[in-house]
């Protein structure tokens, strides 16, 4: 699995665990000093038959809120996985929740749907193997506003170029361009 990581880690896992009691995977605590969790586009894991992506793992201090710790504990849904003793560790494209089980050293990885928390699939033994189970692609070529604009005009879609479109391409491009991506090791 490739992660582009998110800032220092300072700790708050350790904190955290005490307070909640909870048990966490040590393969978990070295990935979250390694990394602090980071975005992970173009990653996949298979569920059941199906793949689903993983956009990010979940880091402390993080500027982007919806991959913050703090911003997703704070909400009822956090305090409410964290009752359970199931640690949300990364989310999908539809805002569903990787968790890990904290109940005992013998976790597991869970999908829990984020419209029904009591819905849960169990995806992985363990951390470990939840990554290893993961795929990603490596980011290759950002294709530029130009290349964009003409790709739109070829299909015959030239007239629906907006600026808010042009704006967002920018803001995609802008994105990828600072991603270092590198292999997740634990």
């Known amino acids: 699995m490739l992660i582009s ?10 904190e955290l665990s005490e307070r909640n009691n909870l048990v966490f ?10 990394y602090n969790g980071g975005d992970t586009p173009k990653t996949v894991i298979k569920v059941g038959r199906k793949k689903e992506g ?10 982007k809120k919806q991959y ?7 909400l009822e849904i956090g305090e409410d996985l ?40 169990r995806i992985a033994e363990s951390f470990r193997e939840f990554v290893m189970n993961c795929k990603s692609e490596k980011i290759g070529h950002i294709r530029t506003i130009e290349e964009r604009k003409n790709d739109m005009i070829a299909a015959g879609l030239g007239d629906t170029i907006s ?23 634990i």
């Open 163 to 185: 600026e808010i479109a042009i704006r967002n391409w920018q803001k995609e491009i802008d994105r990828y361009a600072r991603y270092y991506q590198e292999k997740v090791i």
């Open 54 to 63: 993983i956009r990010a793992f979940y880091g402390f201090n993080v500027s």
């Open 68 to 74: 913050s710790f703090e911003a997703i504990l704070d």
């Open 82 to 121: 964290i009752e359970k003793k199931m640690f949300p560790i990364a989310s999908n494209e539809y805002g569903d929740f990787y968790a890990l089980d904290c109940s005992s050293e013998m976790s597991g990885v869970y999908v829990i749907r984020h419209d029904n928390l009591e819905s849960k699939t």
């Open 25 to 34: 995977d040590v393969d978990y605590i070295k990935f979250m000093e390694l």
């Open 5 to 14: 990581k998110f800032s220092n880690y300072n700790q708050q896992l350790n």
